[in-house]
C-alpha cells in the first residue's frame, strides 16, 4: 500500500479535461502513504495561480485520497486553510471528482470544484500631509473603514478639526479635536449621508506670525461642496481620490491651529 512513500507533485490545473485545455494553475506540493489497511494518501499543495487575472496568488490545500490495490483513485474533499495574493485569509472546500483513470501509465484526471471565502481587507492609502513642520503630529490609532462627520473650527485659518469614523470591527471612533481655539469665526459640523463619500479635499497653506498653517480648507463629496473654510490665503493644494476610493480619516500636525493636514483613503 506504499505506506510511508513521500511523493512530491507538480500537477497541472487547465479549464478543461483536455491535454491542450488552458493552463490556469499548477498543484505543487507533496502526498504521504498514511494508509497501512488500505491505499490512503494525506495530500499537502498550493494551488498557485498562473493565469493573468490570479497570478501570483494562491490557495493552501490540505486533504486525502484513497487509491484501490489496483492503483484506481477515488473521489475525494480536500480543505482549503489559507491563502496568499487576492485569496488571503482564505478557508473553504475543493471537491475532487475523478473523470478518468490511466493509471499506471499516465496517472488521472480530476475535476476540482473550487469553493472559498476570502475576506476582504481594503488597502488604506495615507495622503499628505500639506502644511508646515509646527505643532504636535496628531494620528488614529488604527486604519479607518469610512468616514462619518467632520467638525471644522476656523477664523482666516483652520483653527481645529475633529471627525468620526467607522474601523474594521464596525465600530465608530471619535477623533480629535486636533488644534486650539484660535480667534473663532465659525465652528462647523459635517454629517455625511448614508451613501455619501468624500472624493476630493484641496485648500490652501500659508505662513502666519512666522509659523506656515492650513489657512483654508474644502472637502468635495460625490453630493455636495462643503466650504472653502478660513481664508484662502497663501499655496494651493489639491487632492483628487481615484477611482472608487474614498476619503475614510484624517491626519494633522497641530498646535494654537492646524499645521499640517492628511488624508486616509481607504
Known sequence: MLFGFVVANDWTIRDGPAPNAKLVARARGMHIGAGKADGSWLLCHSILFTDTRFKGSSLKVLGDFAMDKNGAAADGEWAIVGGTGEFAYANGIVTAKIIENMHPTNGRIWELRIRAFCPCIPEVIEKGPWGGEGGTSF?????????????????????????????????????????????????????????????????????????????????????????????????????????????????????????????YIA
Open 139 to 263: 494620528d488614529i490609532p488604527e486604519p479607518p473603514r469610512s468616514l462619518q462627520t467632520v467638525t471644522i473650527q476656523c477664523s482666516y485659518v483652520i483653527n481645529s478639526i475633529g471627525f468620526c469614523y467607522i474601523n474594521h470591527a464596525d465600530e465608530k471612533i471619535t477623533a480629535g479635536p486636533w488644534g486650539g481655539d484660535g480667534a473663532l469665526t465659525a465652528t462647523l459640523q459635517i454629517t455625511l449621508a448614508p451613501s455619501e463619500t468624500i472624493k476630493q479635499v484641496f485648500g490652501t497653506k500659508g505662513t502666519v506670525e512666522g509659523d506656515t498653517v492650513v489657512t483654508s480648507l474644502a472637502l468635495v463629496s460625490n453630493v455636495r461642496t462643503y466650504g472653502p473654510f478660513g481664508k484662502a490665503n497663501g499655496s494651493a493644494f489639491s487632492s483628487q481620490i481615484p477611482g472608487n476610493k474614498t476619503v475614510a480619516g484624517f491626519h494633522a500636525r497641530a498646535g494654537a491651529s492646524v499645521n499640517a493636514f492628511g488624508l
